[in-house]
């Protein structure tokens, strides 16, 4: 997978949360990070973002490779996001 640069996938993330939120089910958070495997990052330069959407569960993953304005979506299911209480507490 090919990424773009940090502030293109952070424009186009700024612009298309709402719509990800819709267009795929269970989504519980999403964010700019590498898209790229690791094996693949020699040579990536500054192509190696996207945006990473959070999911719920495996039901909400699409079959096929997603992306928004050529930014590419990165699904990984992470569970519900909990706050954790103060260990100072």
Same mark, same amino acid.
């Given at each position: 997978?090919? !990424?773009?640069?940090?502030?293109?996938?952070?424009?186009?993330?700024?612009?298309?949360?709402?719509?990800?939120?819709?267009?795929?089910?269970?989504? *519980?958070?999403?964010?700019? #990070?590498? *898209?790229?495997? %690791?094996?693949?990052?020699?040579? $990536?330069? @500054?192509?190696?973002?996207?945006? /990473? *959407?959070? /999911?719920?569960?495996?039901?909400?993953? =699409? $079959?096929?490779?997603?992306?928004?304005? #050529?930014? =590419?979506?990165?699904?990984?299911?992470? !569970?519900?996001?909990?706050? %954790? =209480? @103060? =260990?100072?507490?």
């Amino acid at each position: 997978m090919r !990424g773009v640069e940090y502030a293109r996938a952070r424009e186009v993330l700024r612009a298309h949360y709402g719509e990800i939120k819709r267009r795929y089910r269970k989504v *519980v958070g999403a964010g700019v #990070g590498s *898209v790229v495997d %690791q094996e693949d990052l020699a040579g $990536a330069g @500054d192509l190696i973002y996207g945006i /990473l *959407v959070s /999911l719920e569960d495996s039901s909400g993953l =699409p $079959a096929t490779p997603q992306s928004i304005e #050529g930014v =590419p979506l990165k699904f990984r299911v992470t !569970g519900r996001y909990r706050a %954790q =209480p @103060d =260990p100072r507490c």
